[in-house]
């Protein structure tokens, strides 16, 4: 299982970005999908998961209200649509997947996850 993120860049305050993870190989929708990310200095966070199929989500409280995760399975993609940037949300983010063993299970504990692909970063300028 291959995972390949894309979509950072450089934006301004307040400035909307999305981000997209492709993820190689079948059975996708058999995999919880998560976002986390790590800012300079400090360690890797949670930010956004969603379950296999039902689509429950669940967002750590700095982004609530400003980021929506999203999947479509006849893709192989799981989204973060990230509005209202603020520098502080400036980060490498990464995707990550792991075996969902029903369709309403999520997971924010990234030893949670098996499988992680690289990060693309998001710098937001103040």
């Known amino acids: 299982v291959q995972l390949q993120a894309y979509g950072g860049g450089l934006v301004q305050a307040g400035d909307s970005l999305r981000l997209s993870c492709v993820v190689s190989?079948?059975?996708?929708?058999?995999?919880?999908m998560g976002w986390f990310r790590q800012a300079p200095g400090k360690e890797r966070e949670f930010v956004a998961t969603?379950?296999?199929?039902?689509?429950?989500?669940s967002y750590a409280s700095s982004v609530k209200g400003r980021f929506t995760i999203s999947r479509d399975n006849a893709k192989n993609t799981v989204y973060l649509q990230m509005t209202s940037l603020t520098p502080e949300d400036t980060a490498d983010y990464s995707c990550a997947a792991r075996i969902a063993p029903s369709l309403r299970n999520y997971y924010t504990n990234p030893e949670s996850y098996n499988y992680w692909g690289q990060g693309t970063e998001v710098t937001v300028s103040s």
């Open positions: 969603i379950s296999r199929s039902f689509d429950l989500t």
């Open positions: 190989g079948s059975s996708f929708s058999r995999y919880c």
